[in-house]
């Protein structure tokens, strides 16, 4: 991760096309566009890859997880469970249908505790969101059994962990719906963009009017098209679609190269007894995308951290006090910071935040470091980088 760190001639190919039809908008101008379809032709593709019935293309993957929600009806008042650590587009999203995020604590997984989960549940909760953080996953059997027993939808948070899979199955494609992030910096990027992936008919429906102004794409004249339902744009360009068409098509390269790269650095931290791994769920195959582990305490965490910044070991982080994905420096959130009026409903629910602690968090956010894992590093790279990391932890112990 990323993507675009490999870009080549199947980038380039796949955007020229839509340069040279001119057509940049992924609906109607059928005349004009060459037979290009590249929004299409990418849904189809991730219908296929991530073994889903539908996939609804959309502007990111914020705009994924609104879409995803608002396709599974959640709105004014409803609760909505996702983790303390994440990015902050998880709630970003909830607060934008007028929705409450409700956080919950994190185990050793790095994604949500199921446990905590349970006692998060009110009437009010409609959602359990987990987030599959640093690509791997949320013990999604538990959560399953949770929703099942308690009538909730089950929507992942798939954006760091595409090509990741859970007992055999592709994350996101999983749960009632799944999200998908295409922005920049992903394993798979288009620029920007994002998806909504489900098997449900209904849900697809809704994503498919809901991001282009309620429009029910029937027929192919734009104009007789009718709106059974508000909607707003969320809409994804064929020039990013293009660019995300031909990443698709090399996700199982990036993921094994992240795996080969991933192997190599965990084997060599393995011989330090003192660290131990982030727990994977049985079933669960992570997609490499980063190399997570726990420090026996947050001071030696600390530690570690500054002399992997000062030894020139890039791209490690650990987010205790990281402002984009962890509930501590969230005060936009905690006060509610906002440039236009929120309603009561949602201001009271969000009150629980003034005062509730998250120690479980706490003790593993602040003991962990999260290790991203580069495509384009040489073998050399990686193994220099190994030793380094082994030299920088020892150091401190
Ligand atoms: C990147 C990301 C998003 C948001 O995706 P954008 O495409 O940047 O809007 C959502 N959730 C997680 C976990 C992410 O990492």
């Known amino acids: 991760m990323p993507g675009f760190e490999l870009f080549s001639d199947l980038e380039r190919n796949e955007v020229n096309d839509v340069l040279q039809s001119g057509v940049l908008m992924r609906y109607g101008f059928d005349g004009m566009r060459n037979g290009h379809w590249k929004a299409k032709e990418l849904e189809k593709q991730l219908e296929q890859q991530l073994q889903v019935k539908h996939a609804q293309l959309v502007s990111s993957g914020t705009a994924a997880v609104s879409v995803a929600l608002a396709s599974a009806g959640v709105g004014a008042g409803d609760e909505v469970i996702m983790p ?75 954006s760091q962990a595409t090509g990741a899979t859970y007992k055999g199955k592709p994350l996101g494609s999983i749960g009632d719906l799944g999200c998908l992030s295409l922005d920049f910096v992903k394993i798979i990027t288009a620029g920007e963009g994002g998806a909504v992936l489900t098997n449900n008919e209904d849900y697809y429906r809704h994503a498919d009017h809901y991001s282009d102004h309620g429009h029910d794409h029937v027929g192919n004249d734009r104009g007789a098209e009718t709106h059974p339902f508000l909607g707003y744009n969320f809409r994804i360009s064929e020039l990013h679609a293009a660019v995300g068409l031909a ?148 150091s401190n112990l």
């Open 84 to 158: 303390t650590f994440t990015f902050v587009a998880s709630f970003e999203a909830i607060m934008m249908l007028g929705a409450v995020p409700v956080l919950v604590d994190i185990d050793n997984t790095l994604t949500l505790c199921p446990n905590k989960v349970k006692e998060a549940i009110t009437p009010k909760t409609k959602v359990i969101m987990p987030v599959h953080m640093c690509g791997s996953m949320a013990n999604l059997e538990a959560l399953q059994d949770i929703c099942k027993a308690h009538n909730l939808i089950l929507i992942e948070d798939s």
């Open 247 to 394: 990443q698709l098509k090399r996700l199982d390269e990036f993921v094994s190269i992240q795996k080969k790269n991933y192997t190599i650095i965990r084997e060599a931290l393995s011989e330090v007894s003192e660290i131990t791994f982030r727990t994977v769920p049985e079933g669960g195959v992570e997609s490499y995308s980063f190399l997570s582990f726990f420090l026996p305490d947050s001071e030696i965490a600390t530690k570690v951290s500054q002399t992997f910044n000062a030894n020139g070991v890039d791209a490690c982080w650990n987010y205790y006090n990281n402002s984009w994905h962890y509930i501590r420096e969230w005060q936009h959130l905690k006060n509610i910071k906002s440039l236009y009026p929120i309603s009561e409903e949602v201001k009271n629910g969000l009150n629980y935040l003034q005062s509730k602690t998250f120690e479980q968090s706490d003790h593993y956010i602040s003991r962990n470091i999260s290790c991203l894992i580069k495509l384009s590093w040489t073998e050399a790279e990686v193994e220099q980088r190994a030793l380094k990391m082994v030299e920088a932890i020892k």
